[in-house]
């Protein structure tokens, strides 16, 4: 009897706990149309919100203007009182500004490319949601349209859910407990 009550309470333990979730990464989506270029659209996940000056890396993508492109491999994120939160990508050989209080943009750099995502908010997201309305500004050396802006760009950040570890163990040794039963 008591044997039989044990395993019914495992069982109910197991179901309670593999229902449980902790979120432990965030996944960052960014999308614009900038004027004269391919729509912008791609996403990366991070171990925690991104804070002022962390840089980040991804799976690098492409940017294009119709008649160039660009692949984009590297980022990082700032604040800056003047302009607000931004958000920087830029192809290789372009150096990113790293840090707090840095500068948003850098300009048509020659042979590479970079963009940024900003708006007159003075801190970066701090917890997961949409953010609409964002000035974004590819800049390509050779390209014609370099500079031409989306003031529509959108940010979406969504927790990824995680099993934590004390939960995967506590349903372990209720599968544990389900399988030693008595012949």
């Given amino acids: 009897m008591l044997a039989r009550l044990l395993r019914r309470l495992a069982l109910a333990l197991t179901l ?7 979120s432990a990464q965030y996944t960052y989506s960014f999308s614009a149309q900038p004027e004269g270029w391919q729509p ?3 996403s990366f996940t991070v171990p925690n919100l991104l804070q002022a000056g962390d840089a980040f890396s991804f799976t ?3 940017i294009s203007d119709g008649l160039n492109s660009w692949v984009i491999d590297h980022g990082t994120s700032t604040t800056l009182a003047s302009q607000g939160r931004c958000f920087l990508f830029a192809s290789s050989g372009i ?4 840090g707090a209080d840095v500068q948003c943009g850098l300009g048509s750099p020659d042979g590479g ?7 007159g908010q003075t ?3 701090t917890s997961p949601g949409v953010v609409s ?10 390209s014609p349209v370099s500079g031409n802006a989306d003031f529509n ?6 927790a990824v859910p995680e099993m934590s570890g004390g939960w995967l163990l506590l349903a372990g040794l209720g599968l544990v407990a389900l399988r030693r039963r008595p012949a």
């Fill in 16 to 22: 309670a706990t593999t229902a449980q979730v902790a």
């Fill in 40 to 42: 912008i659209s791609f």
């Fill in 60 to 62: 690098p993508f492409t």
């Fill in 95 to 98: 150096d990113l500004p790293n």
């Fill in 113 to 119: 490319a970079n963009f940024w995502f900003f708006d």
């Fill in 123 to 125: 801190a970066l997201p």
């Fill in 133 to 142: 309305g964002l000035y974004v500004v590819p800049f390509a050396g050779g």
């Fill in 153 to 158: 760009g959108q940010l979406s950040i969504s």
